[in-house]
């Protein structure tokens, strides 16, 4: 197996938190200066800043969970395809953007989720501004989870319509709001494995209170399609629900790039009529689909049944490691571990100690977290090696000051 990408140093590497160029300046506030506001994120310890690379170290950061994304197989197959198919799709899809590569993955996608179709959307992010803002409007009302990822919490906003917060995974709450606020039309929207907390939404449930309800539920199924359910066909397939609407993305577990929504024949025609994202952007490379075809076929035969059960091993481990430091552990098997730190600066001080014993887990802070939950993420891949499993858990070790 292909190991993760181990990042080189790079000489300048600086990790300060604003450039020169970037301090804050006196005086009156200029329309055109942003240096007061990007201080402000400075001292808040959220300034997020472009590195040439994220440093030295093994990367327990990424969600390439199986290790497809430098797999040569799948490499190949999108050099093979590149070099027939060419580098770009050139128009829109329902333009001349069309390309049968793209329909052979929608269907094998499907067949994977089983749904009766599918449709590709450019990212994930694309998938769920598109995807909600076409099943909803003014008139209608959609039930997000507390905790959804900012494409959704977008796709709301896009779709305006009327927007119900229901506390994170708590069932309970989203009936007593399902019970009050009529609407048109009704979505319930969640991601199956929380990509931040590694938790498990209650699918079965959400779909239940749906149907009772009368609402749509819509999965996004970014971090557990690929990990879970048999063939890695994911969380709503292990739980053995079928969502009205699944989203899946192509650049995490499946090592490519590029995303899909799964549902109906008539509601994925739906989309491709109504949903923005999918309409108004160039149809994705052919030869991406090749290799995320490619990436499909390897993730639900054997080999991903392999590295599912490698990943699950990784995970025990390194879960037992954290417990012993009294980190809670969530309870769904997911290969994604926070660290609780609070603050942005402890998040940040966490992840350099991480950093000097050569174990990148960036710290994930506001607004990517909810405030005062600034925190590590460690995320597991196939591709780490047992050796690289020693060497995060013995670095784990020097947080103990901090937890
Ligand atoms: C739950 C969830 N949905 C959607 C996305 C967006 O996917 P993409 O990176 O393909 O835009 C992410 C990415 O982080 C995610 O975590």
Redesign the pocket.
Known sequence: MRSLRRIVPLPAAGFSLLPPDTQAKKGPVAVRDFHPDLARLAERGILRLRLDSPGPGTDYSS?DYLGFARDPRVSAALAQAAATQGTGAGAARLLTGAHPLHRYLEQRLAALVGLPDALLFN??????IGLLPAIAGPEDAIFSDAL??A??IDGCRLSRAAVFVYPHCQPAHLEALLLARPARRRVIVT?SV???EGDLAPLADLRSLADRHGAMLVV?E??SLGLMGAQGAGACAAAGIVPDAL?G????ALGT???FVAGTTDLVAWLCNQARSFLFTTAPPPALSAAATHAVDLAAGPEGTQRRALLAQHRARVAAALRALAVPIPACDAPILPIHLGSPAAALQAATLLRNRGVLALPIRPPTVPEGTSRLRISLSAAHSDVEIDRLIGALTDLRSLL
């Open positions: 969600n990212t994930g992010y694309c998938a769920n959804n990822h494409s959704l991601e929380f990509g931040m996004d970014a971090h989203v993305t192509l650049g995490k790039f590029g995303a």
